[in-house]
């Protein structure tokens, strides 16, 4: 349960609005982290104080909180990351000019200049592209084109058993170098679009395979979908829902040319408009089976 | 991340984003056909947000931002130095602090002789 947002921002209950605002603005400006770098502390008491203003800066939910609709918790912001835990380690923001001049006579010059100095000799720089692929053509692979703003076309060979977020490099396709520098790579990166049956996990497919009840009971020949068409499978008699039978070589292929397997994981299905006949013969059957006691004892 | 995505996760408008931009508060990673943001994006895209929140108008956070920028690249090299005082031999990790132990004594008597008096009148005049 959350601190009561009221004592957290040190207001009365009847304060107006604008007493909220000022009493926020006061403590945060205190307590905000990037303007308190050095200060640890800041950052748990300013996440306290603004989830409160959270609940409170706004009129209709100060209300709601006040007849005890909501409550404080729950109410702060998703995990927020300061901008302190990266300026310092170096970014395109950071900025030598608060010690710029210490920088040219002292003993320090090397060090301060040791980032200023230009390399004459540049490798090109990376560029990085995003490209979204079908479930199937991502396991299949084949080649796509991608067209750079200049009009050029960029062809990129997909590999069999491509993954999702994989990165594929194309060498010496980024930016020219400068000075005789090679040129920099394109960095691919691949999005595969889901499945509307399959899922992948790893080299392996996985599916749900709906099943008759004959069929559970008596077993048979079905029909399988794989990435790469379908193919016919020998259901056992008795199988039941849950079970999973393993298509060997059916999965997505590796590099060294092996292959996942495909794992069919089987539902039985009634069918869907109920069927007197079924119900009669049902109700005649004389077994005796409890699937729930294993959940009883 | 890419500009819609950028966009749903610091919780600003698209037009918001290219002022920002155009303001010089956030500076993408640029390609020709697309924009990139880091983690450092986002984070630094809080802070304006939160700035705005405190009441601080356009030119008071650029001007903030400078500082903050300043600040940080300061408290880096201040880092740096210090771990390359950390990994120095006892005897001379010894004489750097006794340098600038005297250096800031001195400095402090420099200063406090005449504001000390100072203080105290001021201090009376209350």
């Known amino acids: 349960m959350a601190a009561d947002p009221y004592m957290v921002l040190g207001v009365k209950r009847n304060a107006s609005q604008d007493d909220i605002q000022k009493a926020y603005r006061r403590l945060a400006k205190k307590l905000h982290p990037d303007l308190n770098p050095g200060n640890k502390q800041a950052e748990d008491q300013f996440k306290e104080v603004s989830a409160a203003y959270d609940v409170l800066g706004d009129a209709d939910k100060r209300a709601r909180y006040d007849r005890g609709e909501i409550d404080?918790?729950?109410?702060?912001?998703?995990?927020?990351?300061?901008?302190?835990?990266?300026?310092?380690?170096?970014?395109?923001?950071?900025s030598d000019a608060g010690f710029a001049d210490f920088a040219a006579d002292d003993i320090l010059s090397e060090f301060f200049g040791r980032e200023g100095r230009a390399n004459i000799r540049m490798r090109g720089s990376d560029v990085h592209y995003r490209l979204e692929l079908d479930f199937l053509d991502a396991i299949n692979g084949g080649k796509r084109q991608i067209t750079l703003p200049d009009g050029s076309i960029l062809d990129v060979n997909i590999p069999p058993g491509t993954s999702d977020g994989q990165v594929l490099r194309l060498r010496g396709k980024g930016r020219s170098g400068m000075g005789g520098g090679r040129p920099g790579d394109a960095l691919v990166e691949i999005e595969v679009r889901p499945h509307r049956i399959f899922t992948r996990k790893g080299d392996d497919i996985h599916v749900d395979l709906p099943i008759s009840l004959s069929e559970a009971v008596l077993g048979g020949k079905v029909r399988v979908p794989t990435p790469t068409g379908s193919v016919t499978m020998t259901l056992p008699r008795w199988s039941n829902t849950g079970t999973v039978l393993r298509l060997k070589g059916k999965g997505v292929p590796r590099i060294d040319g092996s292959k996942g397997d495909e794992f069919v994981t089987l539902k039985v299905m009634l069918p869907e408009k109920p069927d007197p006949e079924l119900e009669t013969f049902v109700a005649k059957w004389q077994g005796v089976y409890s699937p729930r006691q294993a959940m009883e004892a | 991340m890419e500009s819609l995505e950028f966009v749903l996760q610091a919780r600003i408008d698209a037009n918001v984003l290219s002022q920002w931009i155009e303001a010089g508060w956030l500076a993408p990673h640029r390609t020709d056909t697309a924009q990139y943001f880091s983690e450092v994006d986002l984070a630094r895209a809080h802070l304006v947000h939160d700035l705005q929140q405190l009441g601080v108008n356009d030119e008071g956070i650029s001007v903030i931002l400078?500082?903050?920028d300043q600040l940080h690249g300061v408290r880096r090299v201040l880092r740096?130095?210090?771990?390359?005082?950390?990994?120095?031999?006892?005897?001379?990790?010894?004489?750097?602090?006794?340098?600038?132990?005297?250096?800031?004594?001195?400095?402090?008597?420099?200063?406090?002789?005449?504001?000390?008096t100072r203080d105290r009148q001021a201090g009376q005049s209350f």
Do not use: K, N, W
């Not at chain 2, 750097?96 to 001195?106: K, P, T, V, Y």
């Open chain 2, 80 to 116: 740096e130095i210090l771990s390359s005082i950390d990994a120095q031999p006892e005897s001379a990790r010894h004489q750097l602090l006794a340098g600038l132990h005297q250096a800031m004594s001195e400095r402090a008597s420099d200063v406090c002789g005449p504001t000390q």
């Open chain 1, 72 to 94: 404080a918790s729950g109410m702060g912001r998703p995990q927020q990351r300061f901008y302190r835990d990266f300026a310092e380690g170096g970014s395109q923001y950071t």
């Open chain 2, 66 to 68: 400078d500082l903050v």
